[in-house]
């Protein structure tokens, strides 16, 4: 990583599942002060084009900034698209990174990415070579300064080991699913610590719904006087985590932000990463 840490926000919000209200929503958290946003060019779960024209309108009405804003999309492989593709069906692979980067920066409305993320490997097992030519093609996108980081989604840490052992460019972003019961991905984010990536955590609330209604966690909030949300985004953060929300509400985008006005102690951070133990 480029030492971009002292420009990257503690918090990103998330764009999927927003539908029709995808430029409303996007619109509001940027208002609540959220400066960083997670979308892909993935019509089956998010809306690209609405999440660009929240940005456009928010920059127009002077809320922000092209440069105050931290955007970060991702290239999908056919099997995880609908019919309705940013790309040829029948091109090959480089090809169809291409197209699928060059529909996002006109949807997005701009001419760089700051984060331009693989969705997740073709294959659940290692990497297959449409991994290795999507990487390679995202690595020229990031020669050619069109996009500022690279990153890896839904990766097991077999993948982001190989991806490590063999890429010219290595990811600067790793975002996946976030289980307490499996430590919060410890084993990924070992090697995210090791090798100075960062880690965004999704799913942070709805993967842990049993883990987080433990009597410990309650107590916790109490004592902070915060909502449980808080203490598991604060957690995250004091772990070296980038959380992700995607909340649809204007009061918890609020909430979610504000999750940094305490620190959880060291036994505390501990108990939470041991949830589950
Ligand atoms: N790379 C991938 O494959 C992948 C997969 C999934 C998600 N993502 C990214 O991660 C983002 C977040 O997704 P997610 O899976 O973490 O789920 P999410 O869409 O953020 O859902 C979070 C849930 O938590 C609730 N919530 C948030 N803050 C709250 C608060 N302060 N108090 C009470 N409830 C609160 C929300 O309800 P309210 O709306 O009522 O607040 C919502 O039901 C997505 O939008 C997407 O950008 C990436």
Known sequence: MQNHNHKLPQMM????????????????????GFKA??????RKHYHEALVGEAVLQACQENLTTRENLFLQTKFTFLAGQDQRLPYDKNADTPTQVNQSFAKSLVHLNTDYLDSF???GPSTRYGLAQEDWDA???MTELY???KTKHLGISNVSADQLTLLLDKAEVKPDFVQNRCYARLGWDKEIRKIC???NIVYQGFSLLTANIHELNQPIIHGMAQKYDCHIPQIVFRFAQQIGMLPLTGTSSYEHMLQDLACDRFDLSQEELLAIENLSA
């Open 13 to 32: 919000y998330g764009t999927a599942w927003k539908e029709d209200r995808t430029k409303e929503l996007t619109l509001m958290a940027i208002k609540a």
């Open 37 to 42: 946003i997670d979308t892909a060019n993935q």
């Open 117 to 119: 993320v693989l969705h």
């Open 135 to 137: 990487w390679k093609t």
């Open 143 to 145: 020669y050619a300064k």
């Open 193 to 195: 610590k090791v090798q």
